[in-house]
């Protein structure tokens, strides 16, 4: 089965609006993890959310858990050109695996 | 901040050639990590290794995968026979293990970029 997939799988704006992202996944888990990829870098690490937590902010970043549904979304407020990325979700699964699972990633554009 | 070093950042080689990529984990980090990307698709799990051994890996990772760490800093990850569908983006992360999980927050490489002819 597939876990964490992210939609749109692209998505572009202008500079100063709203980016908002969603990651479905099938399995319970322990944790939702966000990264952005640069054009020919590694991932970054950006926010996690606990699968206890609802709602989480850091900076322009707010991302919120549904485990009922089984999905997450990340929101970018008031987007900046250099915001422009890939977005992945990343879950762990229980059972004390290590291994997190990605999704295909949104590749977000944002226009100056 | 400190960052996680891979080298080479591209490496070309032959089908069949052995190749061995590089990664300098950040200094107080204990967890360490190969991911790879091949272009287009997901992000994949190939192993972790924690306190010299190898603590998960995927089926991915065969026997022609190793991983070591020879001299207490490098963190190496060895391809011994290469196949064309080993041409990927590999990605080395460490991270303290600190967390409740020992996944959360993985620092990643820029990757080197393996291409198998």
């Known amino acids: 089965s597939q876990q964490g997939e992210e939609d749109p799988q692209a998505l572009s704006i202008q500079e100063g609006e709203n980016a908002t992202m969603n990651c479905s996944y099938k399995t319970s888990i322990n944790n939702l993890q966000w990264y952005r990829q640069n054009s020919g870098r590694g991932l970054v690490h950006l926010i996690l959310?606990?699968?206890?937590?609802r709602e989480k902010h850091s900076g322009r970043l707010r991302v919120t858990l549904d485990t009922s549904k089984k999905s997450s979304s990340l929101l970018i407020t008031a987007s900046r050109a250099a915001d422009t990325a890939s977005y992945f979700c990343?879950?762990?699964?229980?059972?004390?695996?290590?291994?997190?699972?990605f999704g295909k990633g949104t590749k977000l554009t944002v226009n100056p | 901040e400190p960052e996680v070093t891979q080298t080479p950042s591209h490496q070309v080689t032959q089908m069949g050639q052995e190749v061995i990529l590089r990664c300098v984990p950040i200094s107080n980090h204990l967890y360490f990590y190969w991911y790879r990307q091949i272009l287009g698709q997901k992000v994949e799990f190939l192993v972790s290794f924690y306190n010299n051994e190898i603590s998960e890996k995927s089926e991915i990772f065969d026997d022609q995968f190793s991983v070591e760490r020879p001299d207490g800093s490098n963190f190496t990850l060895k391809i011994r026979s290469t196949k064309l569908e080993d041409s990927a983006m590999y990605f080395c992360?460490?991270?303290?293990?600190?967390?409740?999980?020992?996944?959360?927050?993985?620092?990643f490489g820029s990757g080197t970029q393996l291409s198998v002819l």
């Open positions: 990343a879950t762990d699964t229980q059972g004390g695996s290590e291994k997190l699972v």
């Open positions: 959310i606990r699968s206890n937590e």
């Open positions: 992360a460490t991270n303290t293990g600190l967390g409740s999980s020992t996944n959360e927050k993985l620092f």
